[in-house]
């Protein structure tokens, strides 16, 4: 064992990324301190219950499509609180023409559905033949998605599904950071769906189940992941309301932080790094207040914003029999989408109740996340009028505002990726993670964790 292996891990950011880390160096015998800014651990995953209701601040369900999520819940004796999506949950609404369609769940299904046209399924029906392609420069989501299906596949099915993922912009994310699969897909057999039934044939082949991932959650929320993590931790082993403010490098490496005005200076042998980008773009790392990483400032962060509102059942006229509805931006409506929260899992509202979880906002609506709430629900009340037949006023609200809510993997996003690695080439034993780097869902953070951790063990 080196010096620096000798000394404690520094984690800083609490969330799923960071919580993961901390938990795996544990485990691997090192002494870890987790400094986390904020009042809680966690990040966006929050989840509240109250008077029969749970809300959920941040993501509502997860995919449960990463190895590495499903033995950590594992690991972490969760597997008897976990539940699955209703089977209802499988269905998907589209606006089109300012009413719910159902999404086509097959490329069967998408033959017969009333959302597309009769050309955009013959387009459709054609993109099988597309040979493989090596592009030389990176493309948006958009030109990859017309290039592939035409403009009708990606106004209203790729435009309300990009805006479910990422509440981002088509024309502006980066096909080849944003979703890598269907870059490399498109390089390896031309056409998506073609790629796509290979996969599903390997997947048979190798005695997986076919099938999309299932859609998880917990009980009492996803929070329950987050807070599960912490338990495993040591006592003293985390520091919350902690604003790291400066690195040294070197062995061992300084690390200045404060609390409530107090400034402490502690001792590392590694640093581990799981913040969003401004947080990044701010650190001073270095003896003479240097900042590296100052360029991730420039990563885009969209405002979201999440209203849960509960009603009676007879106050809502649709069946909400299904995971929610998007809506496309060329329906030129208030809302982003609609999840039935109450319909996905059980226990998220009392008996006779239904509840909804209303997003507004994101890259080409930012305006609407930052209504402050009796305008907003003015929005919402007309919206949910409009497309579901709710009818009243809702009988519990609760508002959630994310300022800064997902990194746009925007074209060019290379350059934030190239920063981060040259930081951390030229600072030996720091290590960078986390959603603005490894992938912005749950499971991708989980797994950012898992990496880090393995990372700082080789070194």
């Given at each position: ?38 009042e ?16 959920e ?7 449960e ?14 597997e ?48 099988i ?30 435009n ?58 917990f ?6 992941l ?21 690195l ?8 200045v932080?404060?609390?409530?005005g107090t ?8 640093i ?31 405002p979201v914003?999440s ?35 109450s ?19 994101g ?10 709430l009796?305008p907003?629900?003015d ?66 953070c ?9 990372r700082?063990?080789?070194?």
């Amino acid at each position: 064992m080196t010096h620096r292996d000798s000394l404690p891990v520094a984690v800083v950011g609490g969330g799923i990324t960071g919580l993961t880390a901390a938990y795996r160096l544990v485990q691997q015998g090192r002494v870890v301190r987790l400094f986390e800014a904020g009042e809680h651990l966690g990040g966006c995953v929050q989840s509240e219950r109250e008077d029969g209701w749970l809300v959920e601040a941040g993501p509502n369900s997860v995919q449960e499509n990463s190895p590495a999520l499903t033995k950590l819940i594992a690991e972490l004796e969760l597997e008897a609180h976990k539940l699955y999506a209703q089977p209802a949950a499988k269905n998907r609404y589209i606006v089109r023409n300012g009413r719910p369609v159902p999404a086509p769940l097959s490329p069967p299904g998408l033959l017969s559905s009333p959302l597309f046209s009769t050309g955009a399924k013959l387009r459709v029906l054609s993109e099988i033949l597309m040979s493989p392609k090596t592009r030389t420069t990176d493309i948006s989501l958009a030109e990859f998605g017309r290039s592939h299906f035409g403009r009708e596949l990606v106004d209203y099915g790729l435009n309300p599904f990009v805006s479910g993922v990422y509440a981002g912009n088509v024309e502006k994310l980066s096909t080849r950071h944003a979703f890598p699969s269907l870059w490399e897909m498109e390089r390896a057999h031309g056409s998506i769906i073609r790629g796509q039934i290979k996969a599903a044939k390997a997947k048979r082949a190798s005695g997986h189940a076919g099938g999309p991932p299932k859609i998880i959650s917990f009980a009492e929320g996803l929070s329950t992941l987050p807070s599960a993590l912490a338990t495993r931790l040591p006592a003293g082993a985390v520091e919350l309301r902690a604003r790291v403010d400066t690195l040294v490098p070197g062995d061992p490496w300084k690390l200045v932080w404060s609390h409530e005005g107090t400034t402490h200076t502690e001792e590392f042998g590694a640093i581990v790094l799981a913040l969003p980008a401004v947080a990044l773009s701010r650190l001073r790392i270095g003896a003479l207040g240097e900042r590296p990483l100052a360029g991730l400032e420039a990563v885009e962060y969209p405002p979201v914003s999440s209203l849960f509102v509960g009603y009676t059942r007879e106050q809502v006229a649709h069946p909400l029999d299904g995971f929610g509805v998007l809506v496309p931006s060329s329906e030129r409506r208030d809302v982003l989408g609609v999840l039935f929260s109450s319909s996905l899992f059980p226990g998220r509202a009392p008996a006779g109740h239904v509840a909804l979880t209303v997003m507004t906002g994101g890259a080409l609506r930012p305006e609407l996340a930052r209504l402050d709430l009796v305008p907003l629900l003015d929005v919402v009340r007309r919206e949910l009028g409009d497309l579901l037949g709710v009818r009243g006023e809702p009988v519990f609200v609760r508002h959630n505002v994310w300022p800064r809510a997902i990194p746009q993997y925007n074209l060019g996003y290379e350059r934030f990726l190239e920063s981060m690695v040259r930081c951390e080439r030229d600072c030996p034993g720091l290590f960078i993670g986390g959603h603005v780097r490894d992938g912005i869902a749950l499971p991708a953070c989980v797994t950012s964790g898992e990496k880090l951790a393995a990372r700082v063990a080789g070194g």
